[in-house]
Every structure is written in structure tokens, then in C-alpha cells.
């Protein structure tokens, strides 16, 4: 199993630069027929990022973006079960992908309510916003 960083898994979904998109797919398949491709939970975060505040993607199309790689066949995902559940918080939700796994990470370690100053995530009803004072 091979694991790829953010920047080629980018080239594969956005094709911003079209000689690394090539290389990128290259790699992707050298890595399916070495035993599969391993994303890791930070890829995805970066992934998500990247595509809302640099390619202007929306809510649902960076979901879709995030499903279809998790989907993928030959990919193993880290945490695949809090991730995917994550993505569907996120795809309804009004906060960031990363707040959704911090929660999901979270309430699978049983440590609730999440704290934090973000107003838009303290709408979830597991989280709270930090007391002042």
C-alpha cells in the first residue's frame, strides 16, 4: 500500500496543472497495483480545504469530491467509518470538514461536547461554545 500526499491526490481531482494531474494518475495507479492507495485522515482535511478556499469548489462538490475518493476502488481510508460520517455532517452542516471529524473523532473516544469560539460549529448540538469569564 502506498500513501499519497495532499498535493498529488489536488492534481488528481482538480487537474489544476495538467503535467502533474498526468503524473499524478501515474502514480495513483502504480499505487493501486502495489497493494492500493492509504489516505489519511490529514489528506482529506487538506484536500477539503484547498478546494473551498483556493478553488472556490461549494459545500456539495467538495463532499462529492471527498465520497468519491473514499469510494474509490483500491482505497483504503484512515478511519474510513468517522470519516464518511464526518462527510455527511459536513455535506448539511455549517461547519468546516475538520470541525466535523474533530467531532467525530470525539464522540467515538466518548469525549463530549466539543468546545470552541467557532459559532457556525457550536450549532451542532454536541458542541458547545467556550465560556468566557
Known amino acids: 500500500m502506498v500513501t499519497l500526499d495532499t498535493n498529488v491526490v489536488l492534481r488528481i481531482v482538480y487537474k489544476d496543472d495538467p503535467a502533474q494531474a498526468d503524473l499524478a494518475v501515474t502514480s495513483w495507479r502504480r499505487a493501486a497495483k502495489a497493494g492500493g492507495v492509504f489516505l489519511t485522515e490529514t489528506v482529506l482535511v487538506e484536500l477539503a480545504w484547498v478546494l473551498r478556499a483556493a478553488a472556490k469548489f461549494g459545500r456539495s462538490d467538495v463532499a462529492a469530491a471527498l ?3 473514499c469510494q ?5 481510508v484512515q478511519n474510513e467509518a ?3 460520517a464526518a462527510l455527511e455532517r459536513y455535506e448539511v452542516g455549517p461547519a468546516d470538514f475538520s ?4 467531532l467525530e473523532e470525539a ?3 466518548r469525549a463530549l461536547p466539543v ?5 457556525e460549529f457550536a450549532q451542532e448540538p454536541e458542541v458547545e461554545l467556550a465560556l468566557h469569564g
Open 67 to 69: 465520497r468519491h475518493l
Open 107 to 109: 464522540s467515538a473516544a
Open 115 to 119: 468546545v470552541t469560539f467557532d459559532r
Open 99 to 102: 470541525d466535523y471529524l474533530i
Open 72 to 76: 474509490s476502488v483500491d482505497i483504503t
Open 82 to 84: 468517522i470519516v464518511l
